[in-house]
Structure formats: C-alpha cells, structure tokens
C-alpha cells in the first residue's frame, strides 16, 4: 500500500509511515495531514487500494485524475 500510495501521490506525499500503537491493540488508521482517512474499526476492515487512493485523492489533491480508478 505505501508504495502504491508513494507511486500515484508522487508530488503530493512525501512520507508513508508505520507507526505501533501499543496502548490498543487491533489498531489500523491511516492519516493524512493529522485527518482519519481510513479506520478498521468504523470503516469495517482493510481498505481495498482503489478506495484509500480516492480518499487520499479526496483529502491531498481533489482535482488529480486517477484514470481507471475513477471508473464506476
């Protein structure tokens, strides 16, 4: 996924990081700019690729083009 991520978002993301959260385990978020893009628990699960990519998109860059991704 980071490098999916680092790969499309190549101009707008400079860093994908993983960082443990001990406190709670079970844990997986992704956030963008300190904004909850993805959570396991309220998103019910893993992301698929193409939805992180349009939700990233959504957040870092809402006029980028993800060509096929953009398909119904």
């Known amino acids: 996924m980071a ?3 680092l ?6 993301v ?3 990081s993983l ?13 963008c700019n ?3 893009i993805w959570c396991r628990v309220r ?4 992301p ?3 939805e992180l990519k349009q939700r990233i998109r959504n957040h870092v860059s ?4 993800l060509g096929h991704l953009d398909r119904e």
Do not use: M, Y
């Open 48 to 50: 698929e690729i193409k």
């Open 14 to 16: 400079d860093e994908v």
């Open 19 to 31: 960082r443990p959260f001990r406190e709670k385990s079970g844990t997986f978020q992704i956030l």
């Open 34 to 36: 300190d904004e909850l």
């Open 43 to 46: 998103d019910s699960g893993f």
């Open 7 to 12: 790969t499309t978002f190549e101009n707008e």
């Open 62 to 65: 809402p006029e980028k083009k």
């Open 3 to 5: 490098q999916e991520i």
